[in-house]
């Protein structure tokens, strides 16, 4: 199993030939797979970091926490505005709505967390950076996924130019 994976992905990286001439039809194979690569690296990358980014948050409100009672004013399922009223009797209304927003509907009464020096920065409260690797995890396994397919594709596409060229090559030589 290892092998063949170890073999697909030798296939499947963008390498140039010294012994074949390098035509266009290559070249666009070759870039092709450069691109797919690149795309996979990026929405990798991209998961990585609004994971860490999640985290980041929650340091930041956990270093300086303040708690307070909050009412939904609009929800949905990735962005949830609240109101609060901090113990110094100072009303906010996150500009970016609340971290962590699901399952709130509007008119709700909440438990928020937010950072006492940045108060637009909140969260429901006991809701961490936990929930955001599931989703963040998804769009990285969907990303290989298509890749994969993708560069499977071109592989196939690449060796069918091979044999045409091996044929061809072979129609001249007799």
């Known amino acids: 199993m290892i092998r063949s994976l170890s073999a697909w992905v030798?296939?499947?990286l963008p390498r140039r030939d010294p012994d074949v001439t390098d035509t266009t039809q290559r070249k666009l194979l070759r870039w092709s797979k450069c691109a797919v690569w690149i795309l996979i690296g990026l929405v990798t990358l991209q998961s990585v970091l609004l994971?860490?980014?999640a985290w980041r948050n929650d340091r930041q409100i956990e270093h300086n926490m303040g708690v307070a009672q909050a009412e939904v004013l609009s929800a949905g399922p990735r962005r949830s505005t609240i109101e609060f009223v901090t113990p110094d009797r100072v009303t906010y209304r996150p500009e970016l709505g609340v971290l962590y927003p699901s399952e709130l509907a509007e008119g709700m009464r909440i438990y928020v967390e937010y950072d006492r020096n940045n108060p637009d920065l909140v969260?429901?409260?006991?809701?961490?950076?936990?929930?955001?690797?599931?989703p963040a995890g998804s769009i990285a396994v969907v990303a290989w996924l298509i890749g994969g397919l993708v560069l499977t594709g071109l592989v196939l596409l690449e060796r069918r130019v091979n044999q045409v060229d091996i044929s061809l090559d072979n129609q001249l030589l007799s």
């Open 10 to 12: 030798t296939l499947a």
């Open 123 to 134: 969260r429901v409260q006991h809701r961490t950076a936990a929930l955001a690797i599931i």
């Open 51 to 53: 994971v860490a980014g």
